[in-house]
């Protein structure tokens, strides 16, 4: 079994700045790639940034040159750093994971329970 807990969301101000944390844990063998995505409000889930083994990431065009997304291979843990944050940046932010288990070995997708983000004055 496989669990991602999230923690870093909050009510900030236009401009300001985010930092999100998510950590994996478990029967893990190897985490195959993490990212983040988010559900604004009334709109479906969407993708915001994924990295995988190796350290590629992958940007929605909508969040590029604000946010990062970086991963520490040790703690099993993937952080977004948000800046320039504006209201449409709104959500549920959910952390994901294409994770192996020792029980699994071709690997599941594995979700957080989200962490909500407003960005409002």
């Known amino acids: 079994q496989v669990q991602l807990v999230e923690s870093g969301g909050g009510l900030v101000q236009p401009g300001g700045s985010l930092r999100l944390s998510c950590a994996a844990s478990?029967?893990?063998?190897?985490?195959?790639?993490m990212g983040w995505y988010r559900q604004p409000p009334g709109k479906q889930r969407e993708l915001v940034a994924t990295?995988?083994?190796?350290?590629?990431?992958n940007y929605a065009d909508s969040v590029k040159g604000r946010f990062t997304i970086s991963r520490d291979n040790a703690k099993n843990t993937v952080y977004l750093q948000m800046n320039s944050l504006k209201p449409e940046d709104t959500a549920v932010y959910y952390c994901?994971?294409?994770?192996?288990?020792?029980?699994?070995?071709?690997?599941?997708?594995?979700w957080g329970q989200g962490t909500r983000v407003t960005v409002s004055s």
């Open positions: 994901h994971g294409r994770i192996v288990t020792y029980t699994r070995l071709l690997g599941d997708d594995y």
């Open positions: 990295i995988i083994n190796g350290g590629s990431t």
């Open positions: 478990g029967s893990i063998s190897r985490v195959n790639a």
